[in-house]
């Protein structure tokens, strides 16, 4: 049974860096099949794929265009998990942010995790 | 502004059927089987309802079933129950290798 477990802050200051990890159980980063994403959800922007990785003999990466410029989204083989950066934050950003495991056989999100509320105040 | 159309709201008595549709346009939806439906209780992350149109991954009550139309996609929930009522979007994989979202469906069990 696949699980995904999400940690980091639930607070961040305006101009700072959003930080989540997501930790992987019963598949692998690597896995050929799957594209780890991260996708937000706020009453004004509803639900937002921000991006993904995923690995084809070497990793790639894609980005939504509203947020290209600040994001990054890592693997780490070594913990099984990947993670997400935003940086330069403002209070536009607070939404609950999930990961999810992207099934490239279903071209579907089959796997999310719990969700983290970040609030971006000072 | 999502890129998916969907009504804001819908609603039905039990034991009813609901449809809640989904547009896009010929060179997505129409182009492609890559439509995707999520139910998401209050509170609660989404889950996979529907995958590639029309297809329910294993668990999910035959009540519900997916179709397509030129470049609208429709989510039909038969049978309709009280555990049921929930959000319910639709999602895309589009040919620039990024995912979309509709806006979401408030389904009301009357």
């Known amino acids: 049974q696949v699980q995904l477990q999400q940690s980091g802050p639930g607070l961040v200051k305006p101009s700072q860096i959003l930080s989540l990890t997501c930790a992987i159980s019963g598949d692998s980063v690597s896995s050929n099949s799957a594209a780890w994403s991260w996708i937000r959800q706020s009453p004004s922007r509803g639900l937002e794929w921000l991006g993904r990785?995923?690995?084809?003999?070497?990793?790639?990466?894609d980005y939504a265009v509203s947020v290209k410029s600040r994001i990054t989204i890592n693997p780490d083989t070594s913990k099984n998990q990947f993670s997400l950066q935003l940086n330069s934050v403002t209070p536009d950003d607070t939404a609950v942010y999930y990961c999810?495991?992207?099934?490239?056989?279903?071209?579907?999100?089959?796997?999310w995790g719990q969700g983290t509320m970040v609030t971006v105040s000072s | 502004q999502s890129a998916l159309t969907q009504p804001p709201s819908v609603s039905g008595s039990p034991g009813q059927s609901v449809t809640i549709s989904c547009t896009g346009t010929?060179?997505?939806?129409?182009?492609?089987?890559?439509v995707s439906w999520y139910q998401q209780p209050p509170g609660t992350a989404p889950k996979l309802m529907i995958y590639?149109?029309?297809t329910r991954p294993s668990g999910v009550p035959d009540r519900f079933s997916g179709s397509k139309s030129g470049s609208t996609a429709s989510l039909t929930i038969s049978g309709l129950q009280a555990e049921d009522e929930a959000d319910y979007y639709c999602a895309l994989y589009t040919s620039s290798s990024t995912s979309v979202f509709g806006g979401g469906t408030k389904l009301t069990v009357l």
């Open positions: 999810a495991r992207y099934s490239t056989n279903w071209y579907a999100f089959d796997i």
């Open positions: 590639e149109v029309s």
């Open positions: 010929s060179s997505d939806i129409g182009s492609y089987n890559r």
């Open positions: 990785t995923y690995y084809r003999s070497r990793w790639y990466d």
